[in-house]
């Protein structure tokens, strides 16, 4: 089963910039729709973006992310990038990624392969 670790959180000013990864080991990476989910403090996880298994696949986002985060993959590298442009300190949590078998699905529940999360923390 595939299993995934984020890394590239950090500390930023409002309006600065971020790239996550998300690298993948066991199973087949290439079959899965990669996602990013994010929590901050005593909320619950919320969906982010999603990209789907081909590389090049459509990606589709969460409203509050739209125009200003990208989500990219590398099958080759068995990775998956977000890039995260003009952060807000709303933007401030842990940010996770999964994997899920099934395209243009944004159910949690269907994201298998969480990776232990890396903290994104945005300054005003």
């Known amino acids: 089963q595939v299993q995934l670790v984020e890394s590239g959180g950090g500390l930023v000013q409002a309006g600065g910039s971020l790239r996550l990864s998300c690298a993948a080991s066991?199973?087949?990476?290439?079959?899965?729709?990669i996602g990013w989910f994010r929590q901050a403090p005593g909320k619950e996880r919320e969906f982010v973006a999603a990209?789907?298994?081909?590389?090049?696949?459509?990606?589709y986002y969460a409203d509050s992310v739209k125009g200003r985060f990208t989500i990219s993959r590398d099958n080759a590298k068995n990775t998956v990038y977000l890039q995260m442009n003009s952060l807000k300190p709303e933007d401030t949590a842990v940010y996770y990624c999964a994997a899920n078998p099934f395209e243009n699905n944004k159910a949690i529940g269907n994201f298998i392969g969480w990776g232990q999360g890396t903290q994104v923390t945005v300054s005003s």
């Open positions: 990209i789907n298994w081909r590389s090049g696949g459509s990606a």
């Open positions: 066991g199973g087949t990476f290439s079959r899965y729709a």
